[in-house]
């Protein structure tokens, strides 16, 4: 079974960027849809972003598109998540997501309930 791990959050001023990491072990991240979740105090899991196994596809929510970019390398058992222009409503926990999915279209790679592997998360500040 597949096991993650994030890393690379901190703190960061408004307009700041950083790349947060998921390293995949115990399977072969291939085999996974993924994807980043985020959770603010009081708040909902909020999905960010998710790609698909081979990493060809993806997709960004509304809040950070054009800002955040994810990717994969699959060689290295690697998630990636750029995020540019980081806002204040940025803060949060940040979590990677691996699914078991033959088939991947938008609408289920958004879905926090697709995803049954979960990190343990890493804390995004976003300072103004």
């Known amino acids: 079974q597949a096991q993650l791990v994030e890393s690379g959050g901190g703190l960061v001023q408004a307009g700041g960027s950083l790349r947060l990491s998921c390293v995949v072990s115990?399977?072969?991240?291939?085999?996974?849809?993924m994807g980043w979740f985020r959770q603010a105090p009081g708040k909902e899991r909020e999905f960010v972003s998710g790609?698909?196994?081979?990493?060809?596809?993806?997709v960004h929510a509304d809040s950070v598109k054009g800002r955040f970019t994810i990717s994969r390398d699959n060689a290295k058992n690697m998630m990636y998540l750029q995020m540019n222009s980081l806002k204040s409503e940025d803060t949060a926990v940040y979590y990677c997501?691996?699914?078991?999915?033959?088939?991947?279209?938008?609408?289920?790679?958004?879905?926090?309930?697709?995803?049954?592997?979960w990190g343990q998360g890493t804390q995004v500040t976003v300072s103004s």
């Open positions: 997501a691996a699914a078991q999915l033959s088939i991947w279209d938008v609408y289920t790679a958004s879905k926090d309930r697709t995803y049954n592997y």
């Open positions: 790609i698909s196994r081979s990493g060809e596809r993806a």
């Open positions: 115990g399977s072969t991240a291939s085999n996974y849809a």
